[in-house]
């Protein structure tokens, strides 16, 4: 069974410092990844995706993500965050003609001014 | 554009009350789930519905039941409802078999059962 693991709960940092936000996955097979964001109280709203090719892929408001198969990894990055920003940040798997797709604990980014 | 609209988007109920939550999408997907989202916990799948006419257990299903009414519409009903059942659900939809990528979800539903 496929499972992701977000490795920060929390994750505090200035207004225009670089973040990382860190997902792993487990899979025996090949797997379509996504991040999801979540700002408050509102629904889930596609970042980016990863379903093959390039590793290095590029999501709306500056934020990219690479996929790295020898670390089962799918880390979040963004080179400088802004206040509105601040968000839940979801990581989720689902392999290739599947149904389900399977989300991470969540990573509530805060941005300090 | 209305994508995924799921009603109500506020409900408080009293412990053994039953209710439905409702949702419809208008973007012609064959695929239709139901996920609850708890602190700590991400967002876990109640249940889905492949296509018309189906549906499936997730991962907690217990507590609920679903019913595809027809390609647009994807009901959960909580016929009694516990404490622990509060949460905020969201419905989602999505295509359908090899174009089956990412989810588009709703606004969702803030549930508290006193």
């Known amino acids: 069974a496929q499972s992701v693991t977000q490795l920060d709960s929390q994750v505090p940092v200035f207004e225009e410092a670089p973040v990382e936000l860190r997902c792993n996955y487990s899979?025996?097979?090949?797997?379509?990844l996504f991040w999801y964001v979540q700002y408050p109280n509102q629904g889930l709203q596609l970042l980016l995706k990863?379903?093959?090719?390039?590793?290095l892929v590029k999501g709306i408001n500056g934020f990219e993500a690479e996929f790295n198969k020898s670390q089962t990894s799918f880390h979040l990055r963004k080179p400088s965050v802004h206040i509105s920003d601040t968000a839940e940040y979801f990581c989720?798997?689902?392999?290739?003609?599947?149904?389900?797709?399977?989300f991470g604990q969540g990573t509530r980014l805060t941005i300090n001014p | 554009n209305a994508g995924v609209t799921q009603t109500p988007k506020f409900q408080v109920l009293k412990t053994g009350q039953s209710m439905t939550l409702q949702c419809a999408q208008d973007?012609?997907?064959?695929?239709m789930y139901w996920y609850r989202q708890d602190p700590g916990m991400g967002l876990r799948l109640i249940y889905y519905?492949?296509?018309?006419?189906?549906?499936d257990k997730g991962e907690v299903p217990n507590g609920y039941n679903v019913s595809r009414l027809n390609k647009r519409e994807f009901s959960l009903r909580l016929e009694s409802a516990a404490p622990s059942q509060t949460s905020v659900y969201f419905c989602?939809?999505?295509?359908?078999?090899?174009?089956?990528?990412?989810?588009?979800f709703g606004q969702g539903t803030r549930l508290t059962v006193v």
């Open positions: 989602a939809s999505s295509e359908a078999g090899q174009r089956n990528t990412e989810a588009f």
């Open positions: 899979s025996s097979v090949s797997v379509y």
């Open positions: 990863y379903l093959s090719g390039s590793t």
């Open positions: 989720a798997v689902r392999a290739p003609g599947a149904q389900k797709l399977v």
């Open positions: 973007m012609n997907h064959n695929s």
């Open positions: 519905s492949a296509s018309e006419g189906t549906t």
